[in-house]
């Protein structure tokens, strides 16, 4: 799954542009142009809903991609805001089989060759404490981080910033190629259970 998301926005015509600011996702405004579905193993349901993206997984996994390039040295500081029903219960990251979350914002770092690709993605974990880092178990070149844990805030909207060039040169020791996109993903297909998320515009942008 993670391989073909990370493919799928790892060839770029365009070159950064020297910008203080990117709206990447304007769910608000009713906006989803830009954004393409890249479906894996059934298909999430993603519509706009009230001005924000609603995400509905019942044993699916498919994601949403916007394919971009931008200098992250400029523009350190990805914001958003998401809300989930719950978290998975299943979820298990050390396995295959449990590496499902009930939202996922993915960062995507294209490389001169496939195999040296590298992603962040940002979780609304259950077991995987908030803060906590692990390696995907799909690959080592993605790096699972969990900004929110737990039921606790579940239901309530969360606002987010994460300084994606620091996260970057700290997991993988090295300068960030050009960052080649962002993805939503909402999945439930390793669990086979149901999830429901809501997702609130994304910026990236200066810090």
């Known amino acids: 799954m993670l391989n073909n998301l990370i493919l799928a926005v790892a060839i770029l015509a365009a070159s950064a542009s020297p910008v203080s600011e990117i709206a990447v996702g304007r769910f608000s405004q009713g906006e989803l142009s830009g954004w393409t ?35 992250t040295k400029q523009l350190q ?4 805001s998401w809300k989930i029903d719950h978290t998975l219960q ?9 590496d499902d979350f009930a939202a996922r914002i993915y ?24 803060g906590g880092e692990a390696p995907s178990p799909y690959t080592a070149n993605s790096r699972i981080i969990a900004v929110e844990s737990g ?15 620091e996260d970057y040169r700290r997991i993988f020791g090295e300068e ?6 962002v993805a939503i993903m909402t999945d439930t297909d390793d669990t086979h ?3 429901t998320a809501w997702y609130g515009d994304i910026t990236l942008s200066a810090p």
């Open 37 to 71: 579905d890249q479906p894996f193993k059934g298909k999430t349901s993603y519509t706009l809903d009230n001005g924000y993206l609603k995400a509905h997984s019942v044993n699916a996994g498919s994601g949403l991609i916007k394919k971009f390039s931008a200098d």
């Open 77 to 80: 500081k990805l914001s958003w």
């Open 90 to 98: 299943r979820e298990d990251i050390a396995t295959k089989k449990g």
């Open 107 to 130: 960062v995507v770092f294209p490389r001169t060759f496939f195999w040296r690709m590298r992603a962040i993605n940002y979780v609304w974990a259950h077991k995987l404490p908030k």
């Open 151 to 165: 039921d606790e805030k579940a239901g309530s909207w969360v606002h987010e910033e994460r300084n994606i060039y």
């Open 176 to 181: 960030p190629p050009l960052l080649g996109g």
């Open 193 to 195: 259970d149901e999830a």
